[in-house]
């Protein structure tokens, strides 16, 4: 049986959203979320691509590594909420855990392909002229896979900001997802959709601040004008 | 590492190498007991077909292949890995598509720690040299290949090697620009005297530019003769009217045809 009343008009999710910025609900949990946000996926950045290179790099590396890179990659991440909860207690570090679990294999993947992907010519080269291990690392093969890498960041990112909803949800104690779920249990679906909207319009800023910093550097692989 | 007067002299010594089978591929002798002296401020040519080990060869005196057999001495000291008295320009130019013209050209300097602003200096220079003036801030992508080759002829330079190494620098360039390179090559080591190994499989360029042929034959990779090319320097530009150009062409096609399996 289709309840069609649950589906509001976009003009009552418009203004329950303006309620809930009005009544400053929105403001605490987005920017308990941001923070969240931004630690977790600074730490998946920084590891990630860490990981990614030494992956990419040495053999041992990632034999040892990829099955549990794989595994990771294909775990739903919420299994791992009661693990973080059990870690951390319920809190900041449960949010921060999930959004680095949701980004950071796919960051470590793509890194790992990158740097794979370097040409053999390139890293010769460097060789023939003196180039050191971290030279090697640092200024051939970073450079090399970075529209690989920052293409991980981008899904990174995706994934991160859903993982983040879904652990609030989970914890319902702050940000939005613990917003969503509160208005979700009311079954109040104008609200509901106010939320979702204005999580879509944060991950969409979200996404573009990655391309752009995406565009900036990788501008050497525009088609020449 | 001392520098004698007249530039290094260049010594392989029974050198071998053979590549394993893999892949269902046979074992390939890329190198089998080649002697070779080359002299200060030569420009030797190694010439041969293609799987003659000419490349292997340059890379052994690069310290990029490790030989199975045999040494490599530089002005007597045993090559052990690259170093700074040699720089290597590349067939597919090997240029790093993320960095500019100037960029490029400095890496080897870069790697070096020499400072920006002095590296760039020297690399502004030396884009001037081989006639990139004003294409100091293009992209690898955005040049042509010749040009490509021109920033990674002027990166080696750069670095102010005593050996030149070349690996078919010009091999995946049309015939004009080829020989446009050719020439810019001799007038740019004219004021720099360096002792050049430049691997080819063009008789004419062999001829055109080295003071000595090394002819190789392929499986195993073996010295098959040697050639004085006795060509006046600086060549003139009627350089195919020599009977001694057209001599040696002949002399080499008899040879490398005798190679054909």
């Known amino acids: 049986m289709l309840q069609l009343s649950f589906l509001p008009p976009f003009s009552s999710v418009l203004r329950a959203a303006m309620d809930l910025i009005i009544s400053g609900q929105i403001l605490g949990n987005l920017r308990a979320s941001l923070i969240g946000l931004a630690i977790g996926f600074g730490l998946a950045v920084s590891s990630g691509v860490m990981t990614g290179l030494m992956m990419g790099r040495y053999r041992a590396v990632e034999t040892m590594l990829e099955p549990f890179v794989n595994a990771f990659l294909a775990a739903p991440r919420l299994v791992f909420v009661p693990i973080l909860y059990a870690l951390f207690g319920v809190g900041r570090g449960v949010q921060v855990g999930i959004v680095f679990l949701s980004a950071f294999f796919v960051i470590v993947v793509n890194t790992m392909g990158g740097i794979q992907q370097v040409s053999a010519s390139h890293v010769e080269m460097a060789r023939s002229f003196g180039a050191g291990e971290r030279q090697l690392l640092l200024r051939v093969l970073l450079p090399g896979a970075l529209p690989m890498t920052m293409a991980g960041l981008r899904l990174g990112m995706g994934r991160a900001v859903k993982g983040m909803i879904s652990g609030e949800m989970f914890i319902a104690l702050f940000g939005m997802g613990a917003l969503l779920r509160t208005y979700g249990s009311r079954f109040d679906s104008a609200k509901v959709f106010a939320i979702l909207l204005i999580i879509v319009i944060v991950a969409l800023v979200c996404s573009y601040a990655v391309a752009l910093v995406e565009r900036r550097l990788t501008r050497w692989m525009e088609p020449a004008a | ?261």
């Open chain 2, 1 to 261: 590492m001392g520098r004698q007067r007249g530039g290094p002299v260049i010594e392989l010594r029974n050198c071998s190498k053979r590549y394993p089978s893999q892949l269902g591929q046979a074992a390939v002798d890329a190198l089998e007991g080649v002697d070779l002296t080359i002299r200060p401020e030569e420009f030797v040519c190694l010439l041969g077909p293609s799987g003659c080990g000419k490349t292997t060869l340059l890379k052994a005196i690069a310290g990029l292949v490790s030989l199975d057999e045999g040494e490599v001495y530089i002005d007597g000291d045993l090559v052990t890995g690259p170093g700074p008295d040699r720089a290597m320009v590349f067939q597919d130019f090997a240029l790093l598509p993320w960095a500019d013209v100037v960029t490029n050209v400095a890496f080897g300097l870069e790697l070096r720690g020499v400072p920006k602003a002095t590296r760039e200096k020297k690399a502004f220079e030396l884009v001037q040299a081989v006639g990139l003036a004003g294409f100091d801030h293009h992209f690898p992508r955005q040049l042509s290949g010749g040009m490509q080759q021109r920033v990674g002829l002027a990166r080696a330079l750069a670095v102010d090697p005593q050996i030149l190494l070349m690996d078919e620098p010009f091999g995946a360039l049309d015939a004009l620009t080829r020989r446009l390179l050719q020439e810019d090559l001799l007038t740019l080591l004219d004021r720099r005297r360096k002792t050049v190994v430049f691997v080819t499989h063009s008789m004419d360029e062999a001829v055109r530019l080295g003071d000595r042929v090394v002819l190789m034959t392929p499986r195993p990779g073996q010295v098959r003769d040697i050639v004085e090319v006795g060509l006046p320097r600086p060549r003139p530009p009627d350089l195919e009217k020599h009977p001694r150009f057209a001599e040696l062409l002949e002399y080499l096609w008899q040879q490398l045809r005798e190679m054909r399996p």
